[in-house]
């Protein structure tokens, strides 16, 4: 696993703009050789041999990239994923898609598990009691993954300092918003369409590393 993993650009995948295995595994071996900070496997279909056969790839290349593979929304999935390749694999988890604290018993002590918590500081409070390892805020800017997401200040991002654990912003992020985030205190800046809607996420990546005033670590 990377040093830390805990500052920089946190790439999601997207089913819309990876439609198929060579597609996304093109573009997952390009972003990871920019040292994104995490890589998340966001698949929402219901084709479970699908979701298994691409996110143990992923989890290959994260492995040996020293990068964690966070599987969006699926314990089941990092459960098994885990099992093979350690805490390399960890697990995000949005309001709806189980309880964080019955996923960190699975899961174990150093599995990294994220948590949505909108735009909502209680949120934050209850994943915190409940063993999450970051805490996602947003929609801040105009989403094209989630336009329906509720919409949150950046001001929430200092006000959640007091949690004591990274902060992500997603919503919207590009290589002109993500300063704007990092300024308001996210230590990890999420996004889809600025990475993966790209021609080359590896050259995307490091424009926003570079926007962001960091250089890559690998």
Not at 124 to 136: D, W
Not at 155 to 169: H, I, S
Request: charged letters at 20%.
């Amino acid at each position: 696993m990377t040093a830390d993993w805990t500052r920089g650009i946190y790439a999601i995948t997207d089913a819309t703009l990876l439609p198929d295995d060579e597609c996304l595994f093109a573009a997952c071996e390009r972003a990871l050789s920019a040292a994104p900070a995490l890589l998340q496997y966001r698949d929402k279909s219901a084709d479970a041999d699908k979701r298994w056969r691409q996110a143990a790839t992923l989890a290959g290349y994260c492995h040996d990239a020293g990068i964690p593979l966070i599987v969006n929304d699926d314990i089941a999935l990092a459960a098994r994923l885990g099992a093979r390749f350690g805490t390399t694999v960890g697990l995000h988890l949005g309001q709806q898609d189980g309880a964080l604290d019955a996923a960190r018993e699975v899961l174990g002590p150093a599995a990294i598990i994220g948590a949505t918590c909108h735009a909502r500081l209680d949120l934050a409070e209850r994943a915190v009691a409940e063993g999450a390892s970051y805490l996602a805020f947003g929609r801040f800017f105009a989403s094209r993954t989630k336009p329906e997401a509720p919409a949150a200040s950046l001001t929430l991002l200092g006000d959640a300092a007091c949690f004591g654990l990274p902060r992500v912003a997603i919503g919207g992020l590009d290589v002109h918003t993500m300063r704007l985030a990092r300024e308001a205190g996210a230590e990890l800046l999420a996004t889809v369409h600025a990475v993966f809607g790209a021609v080359d996420p590896a050259v995307a990546i490091k424009e926003l590393q570079a926007s962001l005033g960091e250089a890559a670590r690998h």
